[in-house]
């Protein structure tokens, strides 16, 4: 079983709508989440971290954690079509490190 | 966020040659930073963690013979490709970990190798 596993989609929704993002992840004692967008070329930009199970907002973001079920989502309002991307996220292991495992990323379009 | 440069941003080299990867944190300290390689549309792959003042921790299957990681300062890591060869051609991104655990990453580095 991958460590963090994402659908590679493409996710395709019309502009305005709600991007849903989803990812799981198999170390139960994992305890920081992060999703980072990633432009076609570019290097990626963290967009949102979470660590307290619920829902944490930032301005047209969610970033929701439900650690019992091991499961992390972004959900993007009013999506626009600067928003096509792809979605990575990210899980930090147990343990003192920084170390990141990143998900295969979902690939988003936004359609106009 | 903070600030991570990485140069170049592109590098084209004959097979056999070593290319040099900077990766530097400019507005804050990083005691450690880590250096990924990504294949066209797949996801970032964790190669080492460079740890400053001491040897670099590879990941299983990477090759430190070939992956020479330098962590010299508390601002600057270096990789450098050794021997490089058509397989080895791939986005190369360095990120650093600010002390709020939030990672940065720099512009990455894509390499050609002929």
């Known amino acids: 079983q991958k460590e963090v596993e994402q659908n590679s989609g493409p996710l395709s929704v019309p502009e305005g709508a709600i991007a849903s993002l989803n990812c799981t992840y198999s170390?139960?004692?994992?305890?920081?989440f992060f999703w980072y967008r990633q432009y076609s070329g570019k290097s990626p930009e963290l967009i949102m971290f979470i660590y307290s199970n619920g829902d944490k907002e930032d301005g047209r973001f969610t970033a929701q954690l439900n650690k019992a079920s091991q499961y992390v989502s972004l959900l993007i309002r009013d999506s626009q079509p600067s928003d096509s991307a792809t979605y990575l996220c990210a899980v930090k292991l147990p343990g003192a490190t920084n170390k990141l495992i990143f998900g295969t990323g979902t690939l988003l379009a936004v359609q106009p | 966020g903070a600030v991570v440069s990485q140069h170049p941003s592109r590098v084209i080299c004959k097979s056999g040659t070593s290319v040099k990867i900077e990766c530097r944190s400019l507005?804050?300290?990083?005691?450690?930073m880590f250096w990924y390689r990504q294949f066209p549309k797949k996801s970032l792959m964790l190669m080492a963690t460079s740890n400053e003042g001491s040897k670099a921790t590879y990941e299983q299957g990477v090759e430190k013979d070939k992956f020479l990681i330098n962590h010299a300062s508390l601002t600057l890591s270096t990789l450098t490709v050794t021997s490089a060869h058509p397989e080895d051609s791939s986005f190369y991104i360095c990120s650093a970990a600010a002390r709020n655990e939030k990672l940065f990453f720099g512009s990455g580095t894509q390499l050609s190798v002929l």
């Open positions: 507005d804050f300290q990083a005691t450690t």
């Open positions: 170390d139960r004692g994992s305890q920081s």
